[in-house]
């Protein structure tokens, strides 16, 4: 009798400990999908946009243990877009982001907080420019999942704002009415779609649902 209830014990342990482990969601940020957005202001007058076409990267969000939940994310630099080809070849020169010698930008957490409903604030290292400055995100979502086929998705936005010169890029001119050409202040903005990573295969050689985050896997 002593043992069943050690076992039952030792049971009900493990299912708790399953379920705890279960509330961690891992997903990957779909390419496809997602992007990043910057403002910044041109001759004192006016805001420039522009935007970053690739973002790839993993989320692990716990709802119930936010220390346990994380962000890795990769910006291609190349692929940046302001819909002006000349002034995008000037930005990817040794001016701006030197997109030949740091081809890519990252972002790494180190905390994830609750920051009201529906609303995180994620802390992290945002390396650009060769340069490593600790950024904060505004952050809204994650969104409720959704499902189509073997689909799962949820999406978040987040919002940043940096000053250029902390990551070395100080290029500018002074304009002959005062005042510069380019604005240190840069806002940031991600829009961001992620899918389910699949879940290891199990002992046994079961199929696997297969991974929706990548690109290739994308609903359009």
Known sequence: MRRFHILAVAAAVALLSAAAMAQAVQYEIDPVHS???????????????????????????DPKNLKASSVEATIDA?????HEPRRDDDLKSPNFFDVA??????????????????KLRVTGDLTLHGVTKEVVLDVEGPSPEAKMGPNIKSGASAATTINRKDFGLVWNKT????????????????EIEMGRKAAAKPAG???VRPSTGGAAKSAR
């Open 101 to 118: 010698k740091y081809p890519i930008l990252t972002f790494k957490s180190k905390k994830v907080e609750q920051a009201g409903a529906g």
């Open 35 to 61: 992007s990043a957005q910057f403002s910044v202001r041109h001759m004192m007058v006016s805001n420039v946009r522009g935007e970053f076409a690739k973002v790839t990267g993993t989320v692990v969000y």
């Open 175 to 190: 304009m002959e009415t005062g005042g510069v050409l380019v604005g240190d202040e840069v806002k940031i903005t991600l």
């Open 205 to 207: 050689g079961a199929a």
């Open 78 to 82: 190349t692929t940046i877009n302001t």
